[in-house]
């Protein structure tokens, strides 16, 4: 492969956080059924995500510490060892210590219900190989005979958890990266890089097809193992935007469309490709600076990391709050992602700002679900929404400590015949001007410290 070619490729991805895909690459389906489930999906606005593997052991970034490529970032802050190859070969053996007897599936579902959540993405595999599934297609699984794990109940985590969440309503969308660090179809020894790895093949598909189309063939077993035994499936959310492009192909129409005779609702997010497969385009640790007019996701992470890392810093409910108004102002979903510990618990930082989140959309929820975008979307301090005849503003507060004046002037110069706030029964007087709603709070709503944010019911 050309230093060229190579140089483009790695260009999908800087330091582990994707690109993503403009307008103009979206294709919308054709399937009526498939428009039935985007529209679906925008009503969701809130998932929860989990990067979870072996690699929560060491607090690492998952698995980008084994592309050497991706060394002088990934490997940044690693002390266990510096020799990239050793490096690799302890990396792939963290299946041998990998135990999490903790594991809490139903608790984990308890809390993603409570914290207001619709809908899991979990990774099923990373681009290390590990399996997070009872797969056939290789021992590098939890439930391998080399994982410690493989005795417990719980051993087919994706199965106990796909359907703890279920159970509570939650609809289930499958990470898979199409990449597979593990399999000797992709990094295959003795090719012509040698141990210099970077994330894509070790080889030139075209000069070596039969090898490719082992590896086509093995990836399209894996999907179809998850899109046929684990229940309901409502999105394959497809990582490692750079397989699938110029020599890389593998051919996921193929599998899609048999996915889709076993679950024929089934949403692709095809990260990065665009084309008839990526759905929806998923902006990674970034929300766009303008609506966009297509179906989104912004996957940003609770902490700084989408692993589990030691001591990680967790944004505040304030913080995860306001993003999430951002994101759904601008007419995207927001899957908020958290790490869980190597023990098979959620971190207790964690559980206090999913609580804190849920409380929040328990009393405020009805101006995030099921909208859509609404001028002047977001603007200042304001953001907007829309269901039906009904446009909810919503008027942010920066800190605790932020002045909260009496009277606020909302940009908004439709006219509007009603005008009251989500979660209080307070009156208060308001007036149409030229430059909006001039509205004087009560004075229940101006003493102490402020809101994460006013929100307005206009009718």
């Not at 056939?136 to 106990?160: E, L, Q, S």
């Not at 399999?183 to 894509?200: H, I, K, L, N």
């Not at 297509?294 to 967790?314: A, L």
């Not at 002045?403 to 209080?424: A, C, F, K």
């Amino acid at each position: 492969m050309s230093d060229g070619m190579e140089e483009k490729q790695q260009q999908v991805i800087d330091h582990g956080v994707h690109n993503y895909s403009a307008e103009k690459e979206w294709v919308k389906p054709e399937d009526p059924l498939l428009l039935e489930r985007l529209e679906w999906f925008q009503d969701q606005k809130l998932g929860i995500m989990m990067h979870w593997g072996p690699y929560s052991q060491l607090g690492v970034v998952e698995s980008w510490a084994l592309s050497d490529h991706d060394a002088d970032w990934s490997r940044d802050g690693i002390d266990w060892e510096e020799d990239g190859e050793e490096l690799k070969r302890q990396y792939f053996d963290l299946n041998k210590t990998f135990n999490p007897i903790r594991f809490q599936p139903e608790i984990w579902a308890d809390l993603a219900a409570e914290g207001g959540f619709k809908y899991f993405i979990f990774t099923t595999k990373h681009h290390d190989g590990f399996c997070m599934w009872d797969t056939h297609t290789t021992d590098y699984r939890v439930t391998g005979p080399d994982t410690p794990f493989h005795m417990h109940k719980y051993a087919d985590i994706c199965k106990h958890l796909f359907d703890a969440f279920r159970d509570k309503g939650l609809a289930i969308a499958t990470y898979f990266s199409k990449a597979d660090w593990n399999t000797p179809y992709y990094w295959a020894s003795g090719m012509e890089r040698g141990r210099d790895m970077w994330r894509g093949p070790s080889y030139d598909p075209t000069e070596y097809p039969w090898l490719w189309n082992q590896f086509v063939s093995f990836t399209h077993e894996q999907i179809m193992e998850l899109m046929s035994k684990y229940g309901r499936i409502d999105v394959l959310w497809l990582d490692a935007g750079w397989v699938g492009k110029r020599k890389q192909d593998i051919r996921l129409g193929e599998v899609v469309e048999k996915a889709r005779e076993e679950q024929p609702w089934l949403i692709t997010a095809d990260r990065t490709v665009g084309g008839p497969y990526e759905n929806y385009v998923t902006p990674e640790q970034t929300i766009p600076e303008h609506p966009l007019s297509v179906p989104w996701e912004s996957c940003i992470t609770m902490g700084t990391s989408f692993s589990f890392r030691y001591e990680d810093k967790y944004k505040s409910t304030r913080q995860i709050v306001h993003t999430l108004i951002e994101v759904v102002s601008k007419g995207g979903n927001l899957a908020l992602n958290v790490g869980p510990q190597p023990d098979g618990r959620l971190p207790e930082g964690a559980i206090t700002r999913i609580k804190e989140l849920g409380a929040w959309m328990n009393v405020y929820g009805e101006a995030i679900y099921g909208t859509r975008i609404c001028a002047p979307y977001f603007k200042d301090n304001f953001a907007f929404t829309r269901k039906d005849d009904i446009v909810y503003c919503f008027y942010l507060y920066p800190s605790d400590d932020t002045h909260v004046d009496e009277e606020v002037v909302i940009p908004y110069t439709e006219n509007v015949n009603n005008l009251n706030m989500v979660g209080s029964e307070d009156k208060f007087n308001y007036t149409q001007t030229e430059a909006g709603l001039s509205i004087k709070l009560p004075e229940t709503e101006t003493g102490g410290k402020a809101p994460i944010a006013h929100v307005f019911r206009l009718k």
